[in-house]
């Protein structure tokens, strides 16, 4: 079974600079995605960025990035320039399988200060 | 494009009573559909999966089932709700691109 770690229950940054939230993995699959989705006050999930487990390269989204290290199974969530709009919870999570069945962790609230 | 309804955005239910939630899917046809519930606080578990008409996988043992009578409606349901079946509920369908979820339900149990 694959299991997903956010081991930050709640972050804060300053409005302008950058934050990042840990994620970590395990898996048996050598074949997986891994997500970062947020969730604002209105509780609507949000894809935020994804990353394929074959690709070497990090994901990027506008100030949005990951760092991903699969040897580590780490999938950290970089944001930059961070915004007030961007005080919610982030959500890490796994997808392997032919169905795509996706594990979350448990979030990390982040909150912007202004 | 596609998109996702489900409905309705907020309940209030007695205990003992049942229930019935819908979520439908439009712009794509035979998606993996899912029920996700969030309880206070805590992160999303699933609960059914289905990959198509009639299929349908229970990840947790508990009071609800669901049902899938078409492509792209998926249903939640209870007999009977328990105090503990209160929280917010998200129905979603999948692709490689990443999960697609739904304005969810607030399920409160009374």
């Known amino acids: ?114 | 494009s596609q998109t996702i309804h489900q409905w309705p955005a907020t309940l209030v239910q007695p205990v003992g009573s049942p229930l019935s939630l819908e979520c439908t899917v439009e712009g794509t046809s035979n998606p993996n559909l899912y029920w996700y519930r969030q309880a206070a606080g805590r992160g999303l578990q699933l609960l059914f999966y289905s990959v198509g008409i009639g299929q349908i996988s229970s990840e947790v043992p508990q009071n609800l089932s669901a049902s899938r009578p078409q492509d792209r409606q998926f249903i939640l349901s209870s007999k009977k709700l328990l105090l503990s079946d209160s929280g917010f509920y998200l129905c979603a369908w999948s692709t490689v691109y990443g999960y697609t979820f739904g304005s969810g339900t607030r399920l409160t149990v009374v």
Do not use: H
């Open chain 1, 1 to 114: 079974a694959q299991t997903v770690t956010q081991s930050q229950p709640e972050m804060s940054v300053q409005e302008a600079e950058t934050v990042t939230l840990s994620c970590t993995y395990d898996t048996s699959e050598s074949d997986y995605y891994l997500f970062w989705y947020k969730q604002p006050p209105s509780r609507q999930m949000i894809l935020v960025i994804r990353q394929e487990a074959y690709k070497q390269q990090n994901a990027t989204e506008n100030r949005f990035s990951v760092n991903f290290q699969k040897a580590a199974k780490s999938f950290s969530l970089k944001i930059s320039d961070s915004q007030l709009g961007d005080a919610a919870m982030y959500f890490c999570a796994f997808a392997a399988g032919g169905y795509q069945k996706v594990t979350f962790g448990i979030g990390t609230k982040l909150q912007v200060i202004p």
